[in-house]
């Protein structure tokens, strides 16, 4: 799988799957998941909220994740994915990385070969962006997947530097996977 890091808006992405930092109501919010359900239409909206009133009555859980039609976004499926608030008490980690991978697995499973994902938790959540960024690329490179381009897509130029050192490292230390930045 190649990873790529870019900086600009996801919802211009044209890619198979977008995935969306969603809240566990899946109905929209602010943020990335605002912009997805602004910029793809009430075709998201109403499938979240099929599955609001089937599967996920009480709302999808942090680390988990689902898939509903893009709507009018250059997709085929978002992928929505509950990330956790950043705690300084509590290790929620595990819970960031399992956004990446649940994410992927599904991905994989509705056959997409390209997804582009937010650095997910980094925004209102309050997590901080260069641990983002460790969290996002453990998770990646974790995963088998199918799928053959990840594109993380950061909100700055200067969050997509930091990412960068941060990948550049990480590739050093794992000695494998290959990254394009633009």
């Not at 990873?3 to 930092?21: H, S």
């Not at 969290?135 to 700055?156: I, K, S």
Request: aromatic content about 6%; proline content about 4%.
């Amino acid at each position: 799988m190649r990873i790529e890091l870019v900086t600009g808006d996801i919802t211009v992405e044209q890619v198979d799957a977008i995935v969306n930092a969603a809240n566990s109501s899946l109905l929209g919010g602010g943020g990335v998941d605002g912009a997805i359900h602004r910029t793809g239409g009430p075709a998201i909206l109403e499938e979240c909220r099929a599955l609001r009133a089937s599967r996920y009555g009480k709302g999808l859980k942090v680390g988990h994740a689902v898939a509903t039609t893009a709507g009018r976004l250059p997709a085929r499926w978002v992928i929505h994915t509950v990330g956790p608030v950043f705690s300084r008490d509590e290790d929620r980690a595990p819970l960031l990385r399992s956004c990446y991978t649940t994410s992927l697995a599904v991905a994989a499973e509705l056959g997409a070969r390209t997804v582009a994902f937010p650095l997910i938790s980094s925004g209102v959540y309050r997590w901080p962006k260069d641990d983002a960024v460790v969290q996002a690329l453990t998770a990646l490179h974790a995963e088998p997947t199918t799928v053959e381009v990840v594109r993380l897509v950061l909100f700055d130029e200067q969050t997509r530097q930091a990412a960068e050192r941060v990948h550049q490292a990480f590739e050093h230390d794992r000695g494998h996977g290959s990254a394009s930045f633009r």
